[in-house]
């Protein structure tokens, strides 16, 4: 119980700090894939620079490669309605998004920052949503504040109680307890 407060809680903390971020600037500092991205870090509270440099990455990798599957495909097009059936728009809106995907898939494996929300990254940026050099830099730049707030906290948690953070749901046999 304890854990699932826990987790929340700090998801929604994580969360909160973008939130303030994109309502002081007017920017999108909050978009779909950085939810799950800040679930994740909440759930598995360790701060190591190699999931850092994961999640960064990852997002990066969708963002650029969602981009470039726009640009090349669905320049113009955006998914804020739905496209008629068999549109030129909605063809080309979903060859830009299974293009972004696979691309992002095959980058992620191959350089080692799989990270499962940044597939969605690429489809938000891809489907033209989140779709001007800016705007993915702006992604990019709030998936690093993320990771970097996170890091500061577990810092902070690590400073005053010692530790990253409480062993919720183990009991003392080592056993997980749900």
Known sequence: MRRRLGTSLYAGLLFAVLGLVAWATGQPFVFPSLGPSAFVLAFDRRSERERAVRVVGSHLIGGLTGLAAW???????ALTATPPAFSPEGSRLTASAVTSLVATSWAMIATGT???PACATTLIVSLGLLSTPAEVAIIVASVTALVAFHAA????FKRLVGDTHPLYG?????????
Do not use: Q
């Open 71 to 77: 640009t090349m495909i669905a320049d113009g097009a």
């Open 114 to 116: 799989v990270h499962p």
């Open 153 to 156: 906290v577990i810092l902070l």
């Open 170 to 178: 183990w009991d003392e046999a080592g056993d997980a307890n749900p």
